[in-house]
């Protein structure tokens, strides 16, 4: 059982560059999310999902989009990276209201 | 959106020694969670709490969900060093049933 896996685990950008962060589930999770991690700021929602085909907005959406095409997967596409979002990316998935099960995160610089 | 206020912010603390740490909300919370993360990897479920007034155990910690509805608190007895790492409370707020809101986290330092 692996959990949730994310690719990569590093990542470094030039501004303006796009790239997909990966994010897959083993477990038939059906709720899943995206949060980034910036010092002394706790987790924030980035979007979040309740079942594929379902997607919605967190607290801080923007320069960010996700799809949900299967129940297993849930990337989070940078449109154009923005030095704003070097920051650490942890995905995360639940059943119901059970706790939630995060990724090993994604460390991302934007220079 | 929803905020959580956890302190302290860092705490050091001598081997042994009984630590507490809480999270007030100015909002109703439906479910109360506690994670622990260690450097360089996700954060990890301590304890799940999902009525007023709950107070459950895993080990040494103990963790409880205010009679309120608007607080918890984590209690972590006869420290040890494997207990240093990034404390953080996190719910879900009345009416947003399935957005996980985080506090800004307790660092827990323990000194041998």
């Known amino acids: 059982n692996a959990g949730v896996t994310q690719t990569p685990k590093f990542q470094v950008l030039k501004t303006g560059q796009s790239m997909t962060l990966q994010c897959a589930q083993d477990?038939?999770?059906?709720?899943m999310s995206w949060y980034r991690q910036d010092p002394g700021m706790g987790l924030r929602l980035i979007h979040y999902?309740?079942?594929?085909?379902?997607?919605d907005q967190g607290e801080v959406p923007n320069g960010y989009n996700v799809s949900r095409s299967t129940t297993e997967d849930f990337p989070l596409r940078l449109l154009s990276a923005a030095p704003s979002q070097t920051s650490v990316y942890f995905c995360?998935?639940?059943?119901?209201?059970?706790?939630?099960?995060f990724g090993s995160g994604t460390r991302l610089t934007v220079v | 959106g929803q905020q959580l206020n956890q302190s302290p912010q860092s705490m050091f603390i001598q081997e042994g020694e009984d630590v507490s740490m809480n999270c007030t909300s100015s909002?109703?919370?439906?479910?109360w969670l506690w994670y622990k993360q260690d450097p360089g990897e996700g954060p990890v479920l301590l304890i799940a709490?999902?009525?007023?007034?709950e107070l459950t155990s895993n080990g040494r910690l103990t963790a409880q969900f205010g009679i309120t509805r608007k607080d918890s608190f984590l209690n972590i007895s006869a420290s040890i060093p494997s207990d240093v790492g990034i404390y953080f409370c996190?719910?879900?707020?009345?009416?947003?049933?399935?957005?996980?809101?985080f506090g800004s986290g307790t660092q827990l330092t323990v000194l041998p």
């Open positions: 709490l999902y009525k007023a007034g």
């Open positions: 995360a998935s639940s059943r119901g209201e059970a706790g939630y099960t």
């Open positions: 999902s309740v079942g594929a085909g379902i997607t």
């Open positions: 909002s109703i919370f439906n479910t």
């Open positions: 996190a719910g879900h707020a009345a009416g947003s049933a399935r957005q996980l809101t």
């Open positions: 477990m038939n999770h059906e709720y």
